[in-house]
Structures are given as C-alpha cells and as structure tokens.
C-alpha cells in the first residue's frame, strides 16, 4: 500500500515516498511482535545517506519478531498534499500509518532536524508533546549525537538512547516485547527501560532554574532513574552492513559506505564528534575487504567510500586501498576516502586511484594561524599543506576546497587575515599549472561551542562580529581562481542555541515550528525570522545560549550525561587552549587520561601494556 496516484503524480520525485527499493525488507505484519518505524528527520535522499539507520534496519529486521520499517521528513509539497487529503505519513515498506507502530525511532544528527520531527509526528495525527501521548500511542525514542543534549527535545521524546545502539538494542527489544506481550502501560514500560544503561527517561527527572534564569540542576523524580545516564559504548565495531537498501533515485551519497573505524583520537577541541565516538575501534582489514566484496555484489555499486573521522589514521591505509584498487582493477571501482587529513602522501595514495572522478579534493585546515592552530590543537604545518596541495594539483587535481572556521576562541584578527595569507599561497603554487589553473574553494564556517567539548564554556561570536571577519577573509581573497563561500552564520546561531539549550528551549522548537519552520538546514526553507518570533513569544534569549561565555563550575544542562570523558579533562584541555598548548594524539603515543581509561576496553588495556612497559603514564605525557 503507499500514497494514490493524484497524491504521488503531484510532488516532486514520487520515488522518495513509494519504497520497494532493492533491498528492502518487507515482513509480515502480523507475525511481528514488535513494529518499529525508524527516521532520519530529514529529507530521502540525505536520510538515506546516514551511516546509522542502515545499521538500525539490519539489527531490527534481524530479529524474527521484530519489524522495522523506513520514513523521511516529506519535503513540503508532499506534506502539503497529504496534509490537504487528510492522509497521515505512512512508512515506505508497508505503507502503514505511523501510529499503527509500536515505537518511533528517530536519528538525530543535526539540530536544524528538529522541526522535522514534529512535523512527521503531525503529519501521522501522532501529538508532538510527549504528556499528550497515551497508551493508544506509539513510544517516540531517539539517538544519535544530538541526544548528548537531550534536553531542548526531551518534552517531545519519550527516551533517548545515549551512545552507541548496538549496546542498548536487545535490553530495548526485549522490554519493547514484555511490553505488548505483557500489555504494560507507557509508564510501565518507560520505568523498565529507564533501567537500563544508556537510557534517558526525560519525565523521570525534574529541572531546576537558578533565580537569574540560568539552569541549576537535572534530578531523579523516580527511584528506577538514574542520577547520570553514561554514554554506551560499543566494545567492538559490529560488522559493516553490506546489503543496505539501494535507492531508485539520486541520493546525497550514492555509493556503498564501509565503516572502516570508529572514534577518532586527535583530539580537536571544537570538535564534539572526537570525543562522542571515543575511544578508536577498528574494523579489520579482512572485514572490511570482505564487507567490498559482499556491498558490490549486493548492491551493484562502482563506488565504496571507506567511512571514519580520521580515515588517513586507519593502520596501512595504503595497502589496504591499494588492495581493493588491485582487486576491483577491471570493474574501474572508484574508491572514496572521506575526512582526508591533510598529508601528501595520502594525496598521492588517492592520486594513484582511478583518475576519471578526479573533481575535487577537500581540506579543513580550519585556522590561518600556527597560533590559533594550537589553540584549537589542530596543528598543519603550512608547507605540509602546501606540499599536499602542490601533491593533488601535479596528480591532476583541478579543484581544492578548504575549509576554515571563523570566530574560534581567542581568534584575533591576524589570525582571520592569516586565512588569506594561507589560501594565496596554495594559490600560488597554480602558476605551475598554466594549462588549466587550478582553483581554490575557501569555505568558511561559524565556530559552534558544543556541548561535551573542551569549548563547551565558550561564547559564539554575534553577526556582527562574524561578519567583520569574513569582511576581512573576502578582502584578503579577491583573486582570479579562489572562489570564497561563507554558510550564512544565521544558521549556526541556531545550531548553538539548539545544541546548547536547557529544557526550557524546546518551547521555541514547538512555537517555530507552529510559525512554519522546518526542513531548517535548507537554506531555501529556513526563516531566521520565524525562530526570531519563536524566541521572543517564547522567552528564549538566543544570546543566552549561544554568545555568553560561561563559568566553568556553572552547570550545564547536559551535565547528567556522562560521555566517559572526564570534566577535569575537558577542563585541562580547555587551559590547554587558553595556553595555546597542544595535546598529541594519544593513539600514537601515551595515554591522556581522558577519562576513559577507567572505563572503556581499548583504552584499559593501553594504560596497561604501557604499565606493563614499566612506564609510569600521565595525562601530559610529551612524545
Ligand atoms: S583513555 Fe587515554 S588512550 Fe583512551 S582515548 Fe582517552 S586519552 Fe586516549
């Protein structure tokens, strides 16, 4: 069953809501003890392209009993027109209302995603808030990074997942099961789960404001909750999925994705990704070559993209490249390796892959200045990027990106004018090429304090102070060949008050979204001024949120959510920043006591060989 023809002939791209895609799982309904649907809140084509929902799907639909079925934010025409017949959402691979499910699971990856669940919500005549669902409603559950500050979604989620959802999956099905077999309440069911660890249970726990406003604390309300949800942790990474479904259209990714590792060590202090995924879990290489071979003959693709956050760190990453390059040699299988750090060697390992796609490759220096470099502990020696771009450029490379971040903490205006400087010297190295110059894209981003950072504490800069900035870097730039985009700051003025807000901040989220606001990542559907109206009907002050820099002993609305990383950790990392100082990365040498090594496997087992090796290990362990 899906959508009637007069709905489907009349949208864009119909394919995004028809399902039946090679691949696709359709079991039977009635078989199914427990039906859950699973979303990315955004648009098909980028839903389809994130690395957790195919993972998701194999677990779910791997477990006889359990059904598990696929549904994307509907862009708005198609929101319109079902809106307009009164029909609800229904997922893609039976076509069944959303509320006929037991549970809603949603990935959340992106703040500006937000509004997109209360609209599929909406849209499948399911209440928003969670104290208006019943029992006669499905559970709505959420993960993802967004989830280690739960709060500015906890009125409209009745549980999150904290880390990693191989580890919580079978202690969820198994109480999602007791639940309908058992015909437990809601309440009945949220208290069992709450029980388990990694789960978050928001109407378990009251929230506390100081007088002046700001927040003061997270408590218990309910003996089954606990004080501090630890992030769960996969000992190991699960085998890569390589039978995903196959879309029938364009989608943003289309190729077949191999996790090659998880976790990366560098230890970027803006970087909220490096210290969620921590501590670093490999996939072996056998794995991953077999994962190859299964993902190509399952899927037909004549490109796989071996996916991490640091994929240049994956040990002998050109052996096991040039492998796959050796095997796939007649079939010409393009081999993507995104999150290239910048290295010349690695430049010419991709130059030697297959020449026909060579478009463009991408760098993210991120700052101008070796100083600034230190701060954020993202340290690129100048003449390594220059080598690596002279590297790309001579292996036949036309475009370079780079991206650069504006509005880091401590950044000065030598550091912005240092951008220029940096980009007009790889600039430079185009004379070299008179045939067909190369060109450089500069991309410049706004810095976005996150929470579970080093930079938690720290202020955004306002508009005006970024828009000063990026004046200088377009200043600096205007030269034949460097193209300069700057992503308009607005939206990253929301991502920070999104990302760093309290509970009081999901108010704004649902006036919003009422006013209109969704799909907010796109620039042609995002309105500043609806959240603007949001913010003020609401009693949200943006700033207060996102441009104050806070104390470090004020508490944080995500404090109860405990990542493994320790907060003297971040502490030290964050005077660390203030000193300019760098922290190597612990992968190649001594621990730093992040806080994992108590806890996580991997990093046990380091600071012990290294015990072993009769080194005594500290936190500021130099190599
Ligand atoms: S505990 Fe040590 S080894 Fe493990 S991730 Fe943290 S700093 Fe690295």
Redesign the pocket.
């Known amino acids: 069953m899906t959508y009637p023809d007069n709905i489907l002939f009349k949208v864009a791209k119909p394919a995004r809501y028809t399902g039946g895609e090679w691949n696709s799982i359709v079991k039977d309904w009635c078989e199914a003890d427990v039906r859950i649907a699973i979303s990315y809140p955004d648009l098909y084509e980028i839903g389809m392209s994130n690395m957790a929902l195919p993972i998701l799907y194999r677990m779910l639909n791997s477990q006889p009993d359990v059904l598990a079925e696929r549904v994307f934010a509907p862009w708005p025409d198609m929101a319109e027109a079902i809106r307009d017949a009164e029909i609800p959402l229904l997922s893609l691979e039976s076509g069944r209302q959303l509320k006929d499910f037991d549970v809603i699971g949603f990935s959340l990856g992106y703040e500006l995603t937000f509004t997109n669940v209360l609209n599929i919500l909406h849209l499948s005549q399911i209440p928003v808030f969670s104290a208006e669902r019943d029992d006669s409603h499905p559970l709505v559950i959420a993960g993802g990074s967004c989830a280690l500050n739960p709060e500015p979604m906890a009125d409209f989620i009745d549980l999150f997942v904290i880390g990693e959802v191989e580890e919580v999956i079978t202690q969820l099905v198994s109480c999602f099961r007791s639940w309908r077999r058992n015909k437990l309440s809601k309440r009945e069911v949220l208290l069992q789960t709450a029980a388990i660890p990694g789960i978050y249970v928001p109407s378990l726990y009251g929230v506390e404001y100081q007088t002046g406003g700001s927040f003061k604390s997270i408590t218990p309300i309910s003996p089954q909750a606990s004080p501090t949800i630890k992030r769960q942790i996969a000992a190991q990474l699960p085998l890569p999925v390589t039978d995903p479904v196959v879309p029938y259209i364009e989608v943003v990714h289309d190729r077949g994705a191999i996790e090659i590792s998880r976790?990366c060590?560098r230890?970027c202090r803006f970087c909220n990704a490096g210290i969620i995924y921590?501590?670093?879990r490999l996939q072996p290489r056998e794995a991953v070559l077999t994962a190859v071979d299964d993902i190509i003959a399952s899927c037909g693709y004549d490109e796989v993209s071996l996916v991490s956050l640091s994929t240049g760190d994956y040990p002998d990453i050109e052996k096991l490249v040039n492998d796959i390059a050796v095997r796939y040699k007649k079939q010409n299988l393009n081999i993507s390796l995104p999150s290239l750090r910048i290295d010349s060697e690695l430049v010419k390992l991709v130059g030697s892959l297959s020449s026909h796609r060579k478009m463009g490759l991408t760098f993210a220096p991120e700052a101008g200045s070796r100083r600034l470099q230190q701060v954020i502990n993202k340290c690129i020696p100048e003449e390594e990027l220059v080598k690596t771009a002279a590297a790309a450029f001579e292996r036949g490379w036309k475009t370079l990106k780079l991206y650069f971040m504006l509005g880091l903490p401590t950044e000065t205006e030598e550091d912005v004018e240092s951008i220029a400087q940096l980009v007009n010297k790889v600039h430079a190295l185009g004379k070299n090429f008179p045939v067909r110059r190369p060109q450089i894209r500069v991309s410049l981003s706004t810095f976005i304090p996150k929470p579970h950072t080093p930079f938690q504490w720290a202020a955004q800069e306002d508009e005006q102070q970024l828009s000063t900035k990026h004046e200088i870097v377009r200043a600096g730039l205007r030269r034949k060949g460097i193209r300069l985009s700057w992503q308009e700051p607005k939206f990253s003025l929301l991502e920070a008050v999104l990302s760093r807000g309290d509970r009081r901040v999901g108010q704004a989220i649902h006036r919003a979204w009422q006013l209109g606001a969704c799909f907010d990542g796109w620039s042609e559907h995002f309105s500043y001024e609806i959240w603007l109206k949001a913010f003020g009907e609401t009693g949200i002050d943006p700033a207060f949120y996102a441009n104050r820099q806070r104390p470090l002993d004020e508490p944080l609305p995500w404090g109860h959510i405990d990542t493994g990383?320790s907060m003297d950790?971040l502490k030290r990392e964050y005077q660390h920043a203030i000193e300019g100082k760098e922290t190597p990365?612990?992968?190649n040498g001594?621990?730093?006591?992040?806080?994992?090594?108590?806890t996580?496997k991997?990093?046990?087992e380091?600071?012990a060989e290294r015990k072993v090796g009769g080194k005594k290990?500290s936190?500021g362990d130099r190599r």
């Open positions: 976790g060590t230890g921590r501590p670093v990383i950790f990365d612990c992968r001594a621990c730093n006591a992040c806080g994992l090594e108590k996580a991997p990093c046990i380091k600071v290990i936190g």
